[in-house]
């Protein structure tokens, strides 16, 4: 489709200001050298969509993908810190591309391009920080087919590692845990001496700094380490992660994605009903243990404990079903019907909310059907759209699993017996992702949030206190382009934007500037505008758009109106590029 197709805008270098040009064009994508480097090393054929057979083989049409301006600098960029990497002393750097930019493929073409033009036995350790990551990472390079399918290349301990590396792999996939000692207090040991080993840390601005970092190092004394991130490193872990990685190899950060069609604007709002938690240190400290993203069951239930008063505020009934009853309202009503995920502060809100909104969703069926009854024929065709679509859409909660979670959920008053029978028989990820399938709406807490990707996500409910990273990679999963979507949209139920202000400017252009996340209030303000700059525009012409509105849809005397309005701004040449302008303007702001 077309709205992949991106413009490229620089020749050699990520410093260039950027052109759009036939010449930049030509220069860098067909002088010779580039042309084969990009046939050879920038090309993907990669099986998606579909289920998964059992053989463990996806089903699904074969895809073609060529880097963008972006990967294509990106990528040499790193292959040529590995010529360096004796002066490195193994940090070959930090790769920033923001989220939604291609990071995967970015990691693929480098290692491919390593294993053609480095001369070498190269083993590319793959590092992530949950399981979830892990396996989605893996299906990526096992769909682009440079991971032979049904070779075991996961890592399930420090023994396991150094057996692998031991082997005859291209690649290794591994969590950061696996890089602790089999004892407590113990040295960590060391797993390889190989110096053709390449070590990737996908997200690395998180658990990979500290103890386990020096842990990897201490287990790969000889290796090289390049980390990919989608979120800039904060105030507080530059320092750190210059030492293990190096300083930035690349960068193509928030703003630039969105100005070259890479991602989509994102837009947030405030709803009601929102909640200020008033003690900054004591909010911050919550949103500290949240940030983690992946609590388990026994940490949720201290944070419970911990901050009894708010999380009893963000989880009382009244409020739960005020936003079930606007969460209805506004996804069943917004322009571009995409998908939507809710964030809940824990599992039981979840459920909880699924349990709310379902109910809230089956009223407004109800009342739209009494509502249609009562409408002319001639105006029914809208209404009968939204109820159908209502009526097939389908919604479930993903949350990860927990002991006694049935009993523990039972006496809260909620059943995730039910969630977890649909979670174990059905592929909701693979659902999620197909924009065809009737499931839209999901609640989840903590999975989901980081390394998912469907294209067709547009709107994000957050209701979970959140900031720096975790925030970034949450509002993320609505900005992939996708066919009609121009925007992404965050609605905040609970002011964590208050925090998102202090750290966008560096997120977005990695030197402070405009924010890249605009309010929605603005671009209502916009709107309203264009439309009154419009209305006059007719006017002007002798055309009275609000009395041509009042009149009865499909009678005489509107359609007569209509016609004397092609006639007065449409059949001259002139006027017609002129209104136009005005019409695209209204149409892409709506």
């Known amino acids: 489709s077309f709205e992949f197709f991106a413009e490229w805008k620089k020749v050699d270098d990520e410093a260039e200001a950027g052109a759009v040009s036939l010449e930049t064009m030509l220069r860098a994508t067909c002088e010779p050298h580039r042309m084969l480097d990009i046939v050879e090393n920038f090309i993907a054929y990669t099986d998606t969509g579909g289920t998964i057979d ?3 083989k996806r089903t699904g049409s074969l895809v073609k993908k060529v880097a963008k301006n972006h990967q294509y600098l990106g990528v040499n960029n790193a292959l040529e810190a590995t010529y360096e990497v004796k002066e490195r002393e193994g940090r070959l750097g930090v790769f920033w591309h923001t989220q939604g930019s291609g990071k995967s ?31 989605q990472l893996y299906e990526e390079f096992a769909d682009s087919g440079v991971i032979t399918s049904g070779v075991e290349v ?24 696996k890089f602790i000692p089999a004892e407590k207090g113990a040295e960590m040991p060391v797993l390889s001496e190989r110096d053709d080993i390449i070590v990737i840390t996908d997200e690395a601005h998180r658990s990979q700094y500290d103890t386990l970092a020096a842990n990897m190092r201490a287990a790969l004394p000889n290796a090289s380490f390049l980390g990919f991130t989608g979120t800039p490193l904060i105030e507080g872990e530059e320092q750190e992660t210059k030492r293990v990685f190096g300083d930035y190899v690349s960068t193509y950060n928030f703003a630039d994605s969105i100005r070259d069609g890479a991602t989509v604007p994102l837009y947030y709002e405030n709803r009601i009903p929102e909640l200020q938690l008033t003690n900054e240190d004591f909010d911050t400290e919550l949103e500290d243990l949240l940030d983690e993203a992946a609590l388990d069951e026994k940490q949720e239930k201290a944070v419970a404990r911990k901050f009894s008063q708010q999380h009893q505020l963000i989880t009382r009934p009244k409020r739960l079903e005020e936003i079930a009853v606007d969460l209805v309202e506004h996804f069943a009503n917004r322009g571009f019907l995409g998908k939507g995920m809710y964030v809940a502060i824990d599992k039981a809100t979840a459920v909880r909310m699924y349990d709310l909104v379902s109910a809230e969703w089956a009223r407004t069926i109800g009342r739209l059907e009494a509502e249609i009854e009562t409408l002319p024929m001639l105006e029914r065709a809208p209404k009968e759209y939204q109820l159908r679509w209502m009526r097939e859409t389908d919604m479930a909660v993903v949350v990860s699993q927990a002991q006694n979670e049935v009993a523990d959920m039972a006496d809260l008053g909620l059943d995730i017996a039910l969630h977890r029978r649909k979670m174990n028989d059905e592929d909701l990820d693979s ?21 998912f990707d469907a294209p067709s996500t547009s709107t994000i409910y957050l209701d979970k206190p959140m900031r720096g990273h975790t925030l970034m990679q949450t509002i993320a999963r ?16 609970i002011g964590v934007f208050r925090n998102l202000e202090k750290a966008l400017a560096i997120y977005g252009t990695g030197t402070g500037g405009a924010n890249p996340v605009k309010d929605m209030a603005q671009l209502v303000a916009d ?7 419009a209305a006059a525009f007719c006017a002007e012409h002798g055309v009275d758009l609000a009395a041509m509105e009042a009149l009865p849809l499909g009678s005489l005397a509107r359609l007569s109106a209509l016609e004397a309005a092609v006639d007065a701004l449409i059949a001259p040449e002139a006027r017609r590029r002129d209104f136009f302008t005005h019409e695209t303007l209204v149409a892409a702001l709506y």
């Open 527 to 533: 709107l309203r505008a264009a439309l009154a700059t």
């Open 54 to 56: 059992a053989e463990g």
């Open 431 to 451: 659902r999620f992702k197909d924009s065809d399938d009737p499931f839209r709406l999901v609640f989840v807490c903590a999975m989901w949030l980081t390394g």
């Open 154 to 177: 996961h890592a399930e301990t420090s023994a396991h590692l150094r057996e692998l590396l031991g082997q005859d792999h291209r690649y290794v996939f591994t969590l950061i845990h």
């Open 105 to 135: 493929l970015s990691m693929l073409w480098f290692t491919q391009k390593v294993l053609r033009k480095r001369p070498g036995n190269w083993t590319f350790v793959l590092v992530t920080d949950r399981k979830e990551l892990d396996g």
């Open 478 to 493: 609505a900005n992939r382009v996708f066919p009609d979507k121009d925007n992404g949209l965050i609605v905040d139920y």
